[in-house]
Nanobody, 115 residues
Framework: QVQLVESGGGLVQPGGSLRLSCAASTSAFSIYAMAWYRQAPGKQRELVAT???????NYADSVKGRFTISRDNAKNMVYLQMNSLKPEDTAVYYC?????????WGQGTQVTVSS
């Protein structure tokens, strides 16, 4: 069982930045594929960014060039740097860990982009 705890959400003005963090409770963190998802009110959960165990990243078109996913295997952490935030980025952001098809989820952290 893997426990994931997100932090770093909050209220930010359009054009601002936030950095989300996710702490994982497994010593095997380095072999997990990690991802960030988000879910806006009334919408389905959507994939935002992924990073493989080898550090290969992929992004949703809506965040390319603005968001950066990274990981620190020594600290069992994954991050999501979000720049140039827009109101449509408002959502609950979830950390996801996946290994051989078994997925684990965090509780989520709220990001609100509003003036």
């Amino acid at each position: 069982q893997v426990q994931l705890v997100e932090s770093g959400g909050g209220l930010v003005q359009p054009g601002g930045s936030l950095r989300l963090s996710c702490a994982a409770s497994t010593s095997a963190f380095s072999i997990y594929a990690m991802a960030w998802y988000r879910q806006a009110p009334g919408k389905q959960r959507e994939l935002v960014a992924t990073i493989t165990r080898y550090g290969i990243t992929n992004y949703a078109d809506s965040v390319k060039g603005r968001f950066t996913i990274s990981r620190d295997n020594a600290k069992n952490m994954v991050y999501l740097q979000m720049n140039s935030l827009k109101p449509e980025d408002t959502a609950v952001y979830y950390c996801n860990a996946n290994l051989f098809g078994t997925a684990y989820w965090g509780q989520g952290t709220q990001v609100t982009v509003s003036s």
